[in-house]
């Protein structure tokens, strides 16, 4: 059996639904770059398997070419799976299924069904990190399948995001973490809000818009401009309202930005897997005011580090506004420290890891 203490060989499987550090993929981007980036200094080896074009600072990646898969997000719950001619997913499995024996574990970050039916044709064990919530019929199928067949191989942020699925039980819940040290607190704020994320229907950007014009403050909006449309429909709803977009920036520029604000506002129309920016503003000092639903729901201390509103409600995001004097800056960085550091995500990755492997082993 494997000494827990030994450093590990770790292939990650990258979403294929973007090139890494364009922030198409969302925030599983962060959550893979935090993990390769920690676990690399802490003795083991990562290797991740991306689309060609990804770029992270000082780890190791393997491009494969080909076409990007569409999001689940933007389908609906029947769509049949697809692949594109050239499928960048299929390549990344194939490139994986060769090298596959120089690795102790793979890990998958893809939200695909493709990753999930091969699982049983590889040789080296996969655990498969599931980023967002129940999407599609099929997925959810291929999942529930592995989680069958494969038990302890499935892991997820929430256990809101859990509940989505009808294997809830089977997932193992990681939550997120930050490296800190890359995040400045701030005491000082401006007046400003900040909205922050892809700009796609399902983070109901519009509702952020209209607060921030019934309180009549500046509406930063940094994030990918997934759905231009979208973007465009937003800006004609709100001609008058005080926006102002950023653009989509790194995490240095992001949190120079995010730390001066005087809060974050998010507005999920679906079940928000965890919401990185959730805990990217607190480690700022950051309040952060967002609907009750899904991840942030599980983060934020209604109160003490933010407020929890009913959802859809722009009237409940308004109060809240006007209550946020009451939340004390250092609050919300205390409890970044104490929930979301990346050691504390790194420790429970492993523990996962080892459970997996213990398993194959016994
Ligand atoms: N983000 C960024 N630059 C920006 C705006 C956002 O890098 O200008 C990143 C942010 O750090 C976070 C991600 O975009 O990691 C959004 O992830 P989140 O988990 O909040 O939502 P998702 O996109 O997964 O639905």
New binding site residues.
């Given amino acids: 059996m494997r000494q827990s203490s030994q450093p590990l060989s770790l292939l990650f499987l990258s979403t294929p639904v973007g090139v890494l550090g364009t922030?198409e993929g969302?925030?599983?981007?962060?959550t893979i770059k935090n993990l390769a980036q920690d676990l690399r200094q802490t003795q083991h080896q990562v290797t991740i398997v991306a689309p060609q074009g990804s770029q992270l600072d000082g780890i190791p990646i393997q491009p494969i070419s080909g076409n990007l898969q569409v999001a689940a997000q933007g389908e609906t719950r029947e769509a049949p799976i697809q692949l594109p001619p050239n499928s960048v997913l299929a390549n990344m499995c194939d490139y994986i299924r060769q090298v596959q024996s120089q690795y102790d574990l793979i890990v998958n970050f893809a939200f695909d069904w493709l990753p999930f039916y091969l699982t049983p044709f590889f040789t080296t064990p996969i655990a498969h990190f599931i980023?967002?919530g129940s999407m599609n019929d099929a997925l959810d199928e291929i999942m529930e399948q592995t989680a069958t067949r494969f038990p302890k191989t499935l892991g997820v942020y929430t256990k809101t995001q859990a509940e989505t699925f009808p294997f809830a039980d089977a997932c193992r819940c990681l939550g997120s973490g930050l490296d800190l040290s890359l995040y400045d607190f701030s005491e000082q704020s401006n007046d400003a809000l900040v909205w922050?994320?892809?700009i796609s229907p399902e983070?109901g950007l519009e509702d952020a818009v209209a607060a921030a014009q019934e309180v009549g403050r500046r509406l930063k909006i940094?994030?990918?401009l997934q759905d231009k449309a979208y973007w465009q429909w937003i800006r004609d709803q709100y001609p008058q309202a005080p926006i102002e977009y950023?653009?989509?920036?790194?995490?240095t520029e992001?949190q120079q930005e995010i730390r001066h604000c005087r809060a974050l506002l998010m507005t999920p129309r679906w079940v928000?897997?965890?919401?990185?920016?959730?805990i990217?503003a607190l480690a700022c000092g950051v309040p952060v005011i967002s609907y009750r639903r899904g991840g942030p729901a599980e983060i934020i201390r209604d109160g003490e580090t933010g407020f929890l509103v009913e959802p859809d409600r722009v009237e409940e995001l308004v109060k809240a506004i006007h209550r946020i004097e009451e939340i004390d800056r250092w609050a919300c960085r205390q409890q970044a420290e104490e929930e979301y550091s990346l050691s504390a995500l790194r420790d429970r990755f492993l523990a996962w890891f080892d459970e997996i492997l213990d398993s194959r082993n016994t």
């Fill in positions: 922030g969302g925030g599983v981007e962060l980023s967002m922050l994320g892809r983070k940094f994030g990918v950023g653009g989509f920036l790194s995490t992001l928000e897997a965890f919401g990185n920016v959730a990217e």
